[in-house]
């Protein structure tokens, strides 16, 4: 049986991950991106990166999709620090609903008002180092850690842990919809 997913974002990278992360799990996938309809922040914080990353989510199923999925990155405050990550948000067609955090880094202080002004993380990019494309590609994480960590690796571990309620109903058969 051929499983339908739809991903709220025309980021290639986000679409790959969603890919890789479905066919993990599922025999026979079909990945669809779509320009998402909501207005949504350019810069997401803090309880924002929740709420569009469902929101995302919620297109797709509303548009017939048996999983929907919305990944939605941002800048998170804990603790006196800010911290860029992402949140992956999955809606089955039944209404079931999980997700789960991806990796966490500190936002350098260079940064930080640019991102707190709603400035897009890959625009600032793209400028600090005079190219196109910086989101799409390696991503912040891949500049700031010299390469070292992959944005599409993490952005499909992210996506991958928000299946994990899905593919493992033996553990989770008391949780009904889930929690985020």
């Given at each position: 049986?051929?499983?339908?997913?739809?991903?709220?974002?025309?980021?290639?990278?986000?679409?790959?991950?969603?890919?890789?992360?479905?066919?993990?799990?599922?025999?026979?996938?079909?990945?669809?991106?779509?320009?998402?309809?909501?207005?949504?922040?350019?810069?997401?914080?803090?309880?924002?990166?929740?709420?569009?990353?469902?929101?995302?989510?919620?297109?797709?199923?509303?548009?017939?999709?048996?999983?929907?999925?919305?990944?939605?990155?941002?800048?998170?405050?804990?603790?006196?620090?800010?911290?860029?990550?992402?949140?992956?948000?999955?809606?089955?067609?039944?209404?079931?609903?999980?997700?789960?955090?991806?990796?966490?880094?500190?936002?350098?202080?260079?940064?930080?008002?640019?991102?707190?002004?709603?400035?897009?993380?890959?625009?600032?990019?793209?400028?600090?180092?005079?190219?196109?494309?910086?989101?799409?590609?390696?991503?912040?994480?891949?500049?700031?850690?010299?390469?070292?960590?992959?944005?599409?690796?993490?952005?499909?571990?992210?996506?991958?842990?928000?299946?994990?309620?899905?593919?493992n109903r033996e553990f989770?058969?008391?949780?009904?919809?889930?929690?985020?």
């Amino acid at each position: 049986m051929r499983t339908r997913v739809g991903v709220a974002t025309r980021n290639p990278l986000k679409t790959s991950a969603v890919k890789i992360a479905f066919e993990g799990f599922f025999d026979e996938v079909e990945v669809h991106s779509f320009k998402s309809r909501s207005v949504l922040s350019k810069q997401p914080m803090d309880e924002q990166i929740t709420s569009c990353a469902i929101m995302r989510a919620k297109e797709a199923i509303e548009l017939g999709y048996d999983y929907g999925v919305g990944i939605e990155g941002g800048l998170l405050h804990r603790g006196g620090r800010a911290y860029f990550t992402g949140f992956s948000a999955i809606i089955s067609k039944s209404g079931e609903m999980h997700g789960a955090w991806g990796l966490a880094w500190e936002c350098p202080l260079s940064l930080l008002e640019r991102v707190e002004r709603g400035e897009e993380l890959g625009t600032i990019m793209d400028q600090i180092l005079g190219r196109s494309g910086v989101k799409t590609h390696e991503g912040a994480i891949g500049v700031l850690s010299k390469n070292r960590i992959d944005r599409l690796r993490v952005t499909t571990d992210s996506v991958i842990a928000a299946l994990i309620p899905f593919v493992n109903r033996e553990f989770y058969a008391q949780d009904q919809g889930g929690a985020t």
